[in-house]
Nanobody, 121 residues
Framework: QVQLVESGGGSVQAGGSLRLSCAAS?????MGWFRQAPGKEREGVAR????????YYADSVKGRFTISQDNAKNTVYLQMNSLKPEDTAMYYC?????????????????WGQGTQVTVSS
């Protein structure tokens, strides 16, 4: 069992930045960030293989968001820059111990409670 605790959400104006943190209670090979806006499906934002640091991003956030990790703290971060109103959503941290880190939310067994990000125009 892996418990995930997110923090760092909030409200910001368009063009601003936020950094989300996800502290995990144990090891997972795959950690990712997903988001869900009202009335929309949950979508993958970014994911990282914690063993080798390989990262993957949704096209909508490439060049603006960066996922990183601090293995000593079992913590993953999502640095979000140049935020847009369409980035407004509940952001969830997810983890799984699979060898392959899928892009779909269905590939992740463990989930945090979510943190709200609101970007105003």
């Amino acid at each position: 069992q892996v418990q995930l605790v997110e923090s760092g959400g909030g409200s910001v104006q368009a063009g601003g930045s936020l950094r989300l943190s996800c502290a995990a209670s144990g090891y997972s090979n795959c950690m990712g960030w997903f988001r869900q806006a009202p009335g929309k499906e949950r979508e993958g934002v970014a994911r990282i293989y914690t063993d080798n640091g390989s990262t993957y991003y949704a096209d909508s956030v490439k060049g603006r968001f960066t996922i990183s990790q601090d293995n000593a703290k079992n913590t993953v971060y999502l640095q979000m820059n140049s935020l847009k109103p369409e980035d407004t959503a509940m952001y969830y941290c997810a983890a799984d111990r699979s060898l392959f880190c899928g892009g779909s939310w269905a590939a992740y067994k463990y989930w945090g409670q979510g943190t709200q990000v609101t970007v105003s125009s």
